[in-house]
């Protein structure tokens, strides 16, 4: 089995490859595939309006999928394996809720102070996102400090989750049409209004997330047969934790701030590319789910702009249709996941 690691491994680096190509392609303006690679490997085109749209708007759309889809699915990994459960995924925590609360406080906090807010753009948003997700991550932290539960810690994040839900719900019960419509607009996530200077921060910001999950690949490991036998190998439990949750934080956490929440990839990806292995061991699945989400999400968007029209469906609709089907099979199939 370990022989055919490579041959799998290429067999979804060459998926990836097609699925960027063909979310390059497809859009509100059809342009050929060939036209496409042209474009890319030769910089020469025939038409300008094609060569803006490719490298202004699709280029940086599809790497911000990429980065989406492997920081969710990554994120989602190193959750099921921390709490050695199949059901969670990177909102467990409450991080992403809190990057959820900090959008809710910016578009809606006039409707409950009486006062007017700062101006509502892509950067600001990103900027009270990543506050929102940062100070639940504090939060997190503090509390992984304290309680030696890895089950209570998975409790007290999902109380997180459920205060900052209720805090949007009373910002939204005060919030105008306009503030209720833009908050809503927010929460169907998209990775398409990210400038070259956000995707480039995103990139190091899930990089920092990648450098620490490869760093936890030996605790991770350790951690899938029990805390008491991670501690008999030499593991040190609450800094290995300690490294997980900020990786999660890290990834999950800007994903959220940059592209809203997006469900069901972190949740679905690890299943899948342990049913593709058939392997447990991180040295795989970390690498391996990074690229499966990427590949996820590619397909997700290229569905989502609804090919040769100019309507864009909610990504995070498209990610739950495809993804919560993959759940139910994998459960019905296997009985028990492979964990």
């Known amino acids: 089995m370990k022989g055919t690691y490579p041959?799998?491994?290429?067999?979804?680096?060459?998926?990836?490859?097609?699925s960027f190509g063909i979310n390059i392609s497809f859009g509100s303006v059809q342009i050929p595939f060939l036209s496409?690679?042209?474009?890319?490997?030769?910089?020469?085109?025939?038409?300008?309006?094609?060569?803006?749209?490719?490298?202004?708007?699709?280029?940086?759309?599809a790497f911000t999928a990429i980065l989406v889809g492997s920081g969710l699915s990554l994120s989602g990994l190193l959750m099921q394996t921390l709490f050695r459960n199949p059901l969670a995924g990177p909102f467990v925590l409450g991080i992403s809720s809190g990057a959820s609360l900090g959008a809710a406080f910016l578009i809606m906090g006039s409707g409950i102070f009486s006062a007017s807010i700062m101006l509502v753009n892509d950067i600001s948003l990103a900027i009270a996102s990543s506050a929102g997700s940062i100070l639940v991550l504090?939060?997190?932290?503090?509390?992984?400090?304290?309680?030696?539960?890895?089950?209570?810690?998975?409790?007290?994040?999902?109380?997180?989750?459920?205060?900052?839900?209720?805090?949007?719900?009373?910002?939204?019960?005060?919030?105008?049409?306009?503030?209720l419509q833009q908050y809503i607009y927010w929460s169907f996530g998209t990775v398409g209004n990210l400038s070259s200077s956000q995707v480039l921060l995103l990139a190091f910001i899930c990089m920092l997330g990648l450098l620490l999950s490869i760093l936890s690949i030996k605790s991770l490991n350790a951690l899938l047969l029990g805390e008491n036998y991670a501690k008999s190998l030499g593991v040190r439990i609450q800094?290995?934790?300690?490294?997980?949750?900020?990786?999660?934080g890290l990834l999950a956490g800007s994903v959220t701030a940059f592209a809203g929440p997006i469900a069901f990839i972190g949740l679905a990806v690890p299943h899948l590319t342990r049913q593709l292995f058939n392997t447990t061991d991180h040295k795989i699945l970390v690498p391996g789910v990074l690229i499966?989400?990427?590949?996820?999400?590619?397909?997700?968007?290229t569905i989502a702009q609804l090919p040769s029209s100019s309507y864009v469906l909610p990504i995070n609709a498209i990610t739950s249709i495809i993804g919560a089907p993959v759940v139910i099979w994998l459960l019905v199939r296997k009985r028990k996941m492979i964990f």
């Open 36 to 61: 496409t690679l042209k474009e890319l490997f030769t910089n020469t085109s025939t038409n300008e309006s094609w060569s803006y749209i490719i490298w202004e708007y699709r280029l940086p759309k």
């Open 138 to 179: 504090l939060a997190v932290i503090a509390m992984a400090q304290k309680v030696k539960d890895t089950m209570a810690l998975l409790i007290i994040g999902l109380m997180f989750g459920s205060i900052t839900a209720a805090v949007v719900t009373v910002l939204s019960y005060f919030a105008n049409a306009d503030e």
């Open 292 to 301: 499966y989400g990427a590949i996820l999400l590619l397909i997700c968007d």
């Open 7 to 18: 041959y799998r491994f290429l067999l979804l680096l060459g998926l990836l490859v097609i």
């Open 239 to 248: 800094k290995a934790r300690f490294l997980i949750i900020l990786a999660t």
